[in-house]
């Protein structure tokens, strides 16, 4: 049974028992949907955000891990510097007794905490006529604020609410799901779902490594009544489970839902959602806030790569693995400077570890958009080994290696990632060593070339099991409680048997196996092992076998 985990929140609270009713509302899923923009202070954004425009604008849906939809958002950091004067105002709206504004506020870099305010005017909406200071926040943190305010003192009267960014030389300052409404007695708002998911934009979709995840969830009550025993379902890949949450929310308070430990297996197109089902026992009144869904693909640990590269040559990153190969990839553009300084010292990295003709393979993988076959053959640079032209899936691969496993901290380039095969299944590889950017250390000799030669010598007297003949395992895919592991065998022998998750970490361990020559058929209890991919790994001294085991629902 889960407890209420409470973030910061400044509110005013004031219960009322009336049929809800949403008077104005803005999510931002449609850009700014009609809100009025004035920008006072004429100053320009720094290049780093001249996206941003200086003033209030929309965001991009995916930019921001807290929102799965659009956001406003409004700059301070201006080239010169500069104070911000920068106002979003609200059409017009027509305030009943009871009434409350809720928003949500966050500024994305804590050094630099931005400061707003929440103004009225009864009598228009320029700049000029908002004399009523309601709301204001001197450092609003990079912790995801709601805030609540009672509108009973515009009771009867229509007004304009302007939100005014007046910070001075900080950064970036978002705001979203305003509302004025009158709440009903039970309503929970669930407002973000996330599970450690990365999102890439050129393939518009979210990822995320293929291991255990938590879950989890903003809800807030957006009801009259305190919140003392709420319920939750949550759907993964057709898992449904449901959870209780006990505690004391009060109204306009939120709270941080996290799930048990769950197994996320590989495969594209996989399904996250969320509802609720019940609040203090009866029915959510408004159903239409209460779900959210997310669509996204497991990875794999250390996924392939197969296409040809610009001089035509094919490139299978699982073949390499399969035939021992640790492989070195570069990620680049070719509009880096630092990216083209790096290629010498790194070709003769390559050359000297055989130009791909022993143990290692170097992959140069283009991030930029505009570097097709051509592009690069035209570069003019020194690599030798092999360049891939952009695919959308560059993008992918780079954003597994930087943000699923956490190599990148700020997606400098170039960024170098070296992965020690599996013979078995390449999948299943290890990352041996990393690198992000470039200072004209040699890194690759230094660096790479230690973890490589340790590399191989893990591998070098790794063999199959000589006196296994033939290995099976089944059902696999399976949903059963139970396998069998069928071995065929040429003389007696003894084997550890162990299962290992897609991390490379022993789960369970099956313990000495006693192999009879001929056909030998084990049982081996899978009960209570979540969904995912998983290895099954007998050992004999230094010889090894590996199978792959899928476990479905």
Same mark, same amino acid.
């Given at each position: 049974?889960?407890?209420?985990?409470?973030?910061?929140?400044?509110?005013?609270?004031?219960?009322?028992?009336?049929?809800?009713?949403?008077?104005?509302?803005?999510t931002?899923?449609?850009?700014?949907?009609?809100?009025?923009?004035?920008?006072?202070?004429?100053?320009?954004?720094?290049?780093?955000?001249?996206?941003?425009?200086?003033?209030?604008?929309s965001?991009?849906?995916?930019?921001?891990?807290?929102?799965?939809?659009?956001?406003a958002?409004?700059?301070?950091?201006?080239?010169?510097?500069?104070?911000?004067?920068?106002?979003?105002?609200?059409?017009?709206?027509?305030?009943?007794?009871g009434?409350?504004?809720?928003?949500?506020?966050?500024?994305?870099?804590?050094?630099?905490?931005d400061?707003?305010?929440?103004?009225?005017?009864?009598?228009g909406?320029?700049?000029?006529?908002?004399?009523?200071?309601?709301?204001?926040?001197?450092?609003?943190?990079?912790?995801?604020?709601?805030?609540?305010?009672?509108?009973?003192?515009?009771?009867?009267?229509?007004?304009?609410?302007?939100?005014?960014n007046?910070?001075?030389?900080?950064f970036?300052?978002?705001?979203?799901?305003?509302f004025?409404?009158?709440?009903?007695?039970?309503?929970?708002?669930?407002?973000?779902?996330?599970?450690?998911?990365?999102?890439?934009?050129?393939?518009?979709?979210?990822?995320?490594?293929?291991?255990?995840?938590?879950?989890?969830?903003?809800?807030?009550?957006?009801?009259?009544?305190?919140?003392?025993?709420?319920?939750?379902?949550?759907?993964?890949?057709?898992?449904?489970?449901?959870?209780?949450?006990?505690?004391?929310?009060?109204?306009?308070?939120?709270?941080?839902?996290?799930?048990?430990?769950?197994?996320?297996p590989?495969?594209?197109?996989?399904?996250?959602?969320?509802?609720?089902?019940?609040?203090?026992?009866?029915?959510?009144?408004?159903?239409?806030?209460?779900?959210?869904?997310?669509?996204?693909?497991?990875?794999?640990?250390?996924?392939?790569?197969?296409?040809?590269?610009?001089?035509?040559?094919?490139?299978?990153?699982?073949?390499?693995?399969?035939?021992?190969?640790?492989?070195?990839?570069?990620?680049?553009?070719s509009d880096?400077?630092?990216?083209?300084?790096?290629?010498?010292?790194?070709?003769?990295?390559?050359?000297?570890?055989?130009?791909?003709?022993?143990?290692?393979e170097?992959i140069?993988?283009t991030?930029?958009?505009?570097?097709?076959?051509?592009?690069?053959?035209?570069?003019?640079?020194?690599?030798?080994?092999?360049?891939?032209? #952009?695919?959308?899936?560059?993008?992918?691969?780079y954003?597994?290696?930087a943000?699923?496993?956490?190599?990148?901290?700020?997606?400098?380039?170039?960024?170098?990632?070296?992965?020690?095969?599996?013979?078995?299944?390449?999948?299943f590889s290890?990352?041996?060593?990393? #690198?992000?950017?470039?200072?004209?250390?040699?890194?690759?000799?230094e660096?790479f070339?230690?973890?490589?030669?340790?590399?191989?010598?893990?591998?070098?007297?790794v063999?199959?099991?000589?006196?296994?003949?033939?290995?099976?395992?089944?059902?696999?895919?399976?949903?059963?409680?139970?396998?069998?592991?069928?071995?065929?065998?040429?003389?007696?022998?003894?084997?550890?048997?162990?299962?290992?998750?897609?991390?490379?970490?022993?789960?369970t361990?099956?313990?000495?196996?006693?192999?009879?020559?001929?056909?030998?058929?084990?049982?081996?209890?899978?009960?209570?092992?979540?969904?995912?991919?998983?290895?099954?790994?007998?050992?004999?001294?230094?010889?090894?076998?590996?199978?792959?085991?899928?476990?479905?629902?």
């Amino acid at each position: 049974m889960g407890k209420f985990l409470f973030v910061q929140l400044l509110c005013t609270l004031f219960i009322v028992d009336l049929s809800a009713q949403i008077l104005y509302s803005n999510t931002f899923d449609n850009d700014l949907n009609g809100m009025k923009v004035v920008d006072m202070d004429g100053n320009s954004p720094h290049p780093n955000v001249s996206e941003f425009n200086g003033t209030w604008a929309s965001m991009s849906d995916r930019r921001f891990d807290e929102y799965s939809s659009g956001a406003a958002i409004s700059g301070s950091f201006y080239s010169p510097r500069g104070e911000s004067d920068d106002w979003l105002i609200t059409p017009q709206i027509n305030i009943p007794g009871g009434a409350l504004l809720t928003w949500d506020a966050i500024s994305l870099d804590d050094d630099f905490q931005d400061a707003y305010e929440v103004r009225v005017s009864t009598t228009g909406d320029d700049p000029a006529d908002f004399t009523d200071l309601l709301f204001k926040v001197d450092k609003q943190s990079s912790e995801l604020t709601t805030t609540s305010v009672v509108l009973n003192d515009y009771a009867g009267q229509s007004i304009y609410i302007a939100f005014r960014n007046i910070s001075n030389d900080k950064f970036l300052l978002i705001l979203d799901n305003i509302f004025v409404r009158l709440p009903y007695e039970r309503d929970v708002f669930v407002k973000s779902l996330d599970m450690e998911l990365n999102y890439v934009e050129s393939q518009d979709a979210f990822i995320t490594l293929s291991e255990e995840k938590r879950i989890k969830a903003r809800l807030l009550n957006f009801g009259s009544k305190r919140i003392t025993d709420l319920v939750i379902s949550y759907t993964l890949n057709g898992q449904k489970i449901e959870e209780t949450i006990t505690g004391n929310l009060d109204s306009a308070e939120d709270m941080i839902f996290e799930s048990e430990p769950l197994s996320v297996p590989v495969g594209n197109g996989q399904i996250l959602d969320i509802d609720v089902v019940s609040i203090n026992g009866l029915s959510d009144q408004d159903t239409s806030n209460d779900k959210l869904s997310l669509k996204y693909d497991g990875m794999p640990f250390t996924p392939g790569y197969a296409s040809n590269d610009s001089k035509g040559r094919s490139v299978n990153t699982f073949n390499l693995s399969n035939e021992g190969k640790s492989i070195v990839y570069y990620f680049f553009r070719s509009d880096c400077n630092d990216c083209e300084d790096a290629v010498n010292k790194l070709n003769q990295y390559y050359l000297s570890q055989g130009a791909g003709n022993d143990n290692i393979e170097v992959i140069g993988v283009t991030l930029n958009p505009d570097d097709n076959n051509a592009a690069l053959n035209s570069l003019g640079w020194s690599a030798t080994f092999p360049l891939m032209q #952009y695919i959308p899936y560059n993008d992918k691969l780079y954003v597994h290696y930087a943000k699923n496993h956490g190599l990148s901290t700020d997606g400098s380039l170039p960024f170098i990632v070296q992965v020690c095969p599996d013979q078995d299944n390449p999948a299943f590889s290890t990352i041996s060593s990393s #690198y992000e950017g470039f200072d004209n250390e040699d890194i690759f000799n230094e660096v790479f070339r230690p973890s490589h030669d340790a590399c191989q010598a893990t591998i070098s007297d790794v063999e199959d099991i000589d006196i296994i003949d033939d290995i099976s395992l089944y059902p696999n895919p399976t949903g059963d409680q139970q396998v069998t592991l069928s071995i065929t065998a040429g003389s007696g022998a003894a084997v550890n048997v162990e299962l290992l998750d897609i991390m490379g970490r022993v789960i369970t361990n099956y313990g000495i196996l006693k192999l009879n020559s001929g056909k030998n058929d084990t049982v081996l209890n899978i009960d209570n092992l979540p969904l995912g991919t998983y290895m099954l790994r007998l050992r004999k001294e230094h010889q090894v076998n590996s199978l792959k085991l899928v476990v479905t629902k």
